[in-house]
C-alpha cells in the first residue's frame, strides 16, 4: 500500500512578498497529494469566517487536527496535521522550556488496511540545549514495537549535519536522505525532515520545488512516500 506524507512550515501563510495569502498554501498542499501533511506556523482563528486552517484542510482534501502552542490576540498559533485517514487517537504534548519559545508534539494514530502508524509532527526549539531537551522527551512519545511503523516529521531547527538532535535522531531512526528546504527561494538548509521506521519503508524522499511552492512560504515542502 503506498502512503505519502509530507512536512511543511507554512510561515503563516505569508509569501516571499510579505503578503499573507493561505489560498497559496492551499494550491501547494492539493499539489503535494499527501495523505497526511505535517504543518508548522500555523495562524488561525477557530470558527471565523474564511478560518485559514479550513482553508488548508480544502486544499488538501483533508481534515484538520489543530495543535496550538500560543494564544494570541484574535487566534492561535502552532502545529497542525492535515489528514485523509481519521485517526484512532490524537494526543498534544507540551514540549515547552522555560524562557523559551512554546513547543509541542502532535501525535495521530493512523490505522491503514495494511499497517498501523505513530505519526509525530512537530516544530523544536532554537537553541541547542532546548532541543536536546525536546528530544528527550519525544523519545518517550516513540512506540517500543520495533517493527511498529513510525514517522517523526516537523521543523527541526537543526542546520548544522553534526548537531545532537540529529546524533540523536540518527540513534533512534537510521539516517535519512535530508535535502534542502530553506530559504525557499535558493534552499541550502536541511531544517525540515521526515524519519520513518522501519527504515524499509521509506521508499522516495523529495522537496517539493514548483513555483508556487517558492513563493508561498519561506520554506519549500518536503514530501515521502511509504510503502505499508
Known amino acids: 500500500m503506498g502512503f505519502r506524507i509530507a512536512t511543511y512550515n507554512i510561515h503563516r501563510c505569508i509569501g516571499r512578498d510579505g503578503v499573507a495569502d493561505p489560498r497559496r498554501i492551499a494550491r501547494v498542499l492539493r499539489t503535494l497529494d499527501a495523505d497526511v501533511v505535517a504543518l508548522q506556523e500555523v495562524a488561525f482563528e477557530p470558527g471565523a469566517p474564511g478560518n485559514v486552517l479550513q482553508t488548508l484542510a480544502e486544499g488538501a482534501r483533508a481534515r484538520a487536527y489543530p495543535g496550538p502552542t500560543l494564544l494570541e490576540t484574535g487566534g492561535r498559533y502552532g502545529n497542525a496535521v492535515l489528514s485523509r485517514i481519521p485517526p484512532r487517537e490524537v494526543r498534544r504534548v507540551d514540549i515547552s522550556m522555560p524562557g523559551r519559545e512554546p513547543r509541542g508534539v502532535l501525535q495521530l494514530v493512523l490505522g491503514t488496511p495494511a499497517a498501523t502508524v505513530s505519526l509525530l509532527a512537530t516544530h523544536l526549539g532554537l537553541s541547542a540545549e ?3 531537551r525536546q528530544m528527550d522527551r519525544i523519545r518517550l512519545l516513540l512506540p517500543n514495537q520495533a517493527d511498529a511503523v513510525t514517522v517523526l516529521m516537523g521543523d527541526f531547527n537543526e542546520w548544522r549535519p553534526w548537531g545532537g538532535t540529529l546524533r540523536r535522531l540518527r540513534r533512534i531512526f537510521t539516517a535519512s536522505p535530508a535535502p534542502p528546504t530553506f530559504p525557499s527561494r535558493r534552499p541550502f538548509l536541511a531544517l525540515d525532515r521526515i524519519w520513518v521506521r522501519p527504515a524499509h519503508r521509506l521508499k522516495t524522499l523529495r522537496v517539493c ?9 519561506d520554506h519549500l515542502p518536503l514530501v515521502a512516500d511509504l510503502a505499508l
Open 130 to 132: 532546548e532541543r536536546r
Open 209 to 217: 520545488k514548483g513555483a508556487h511552492a517558492r513563493e508561498a512560504s
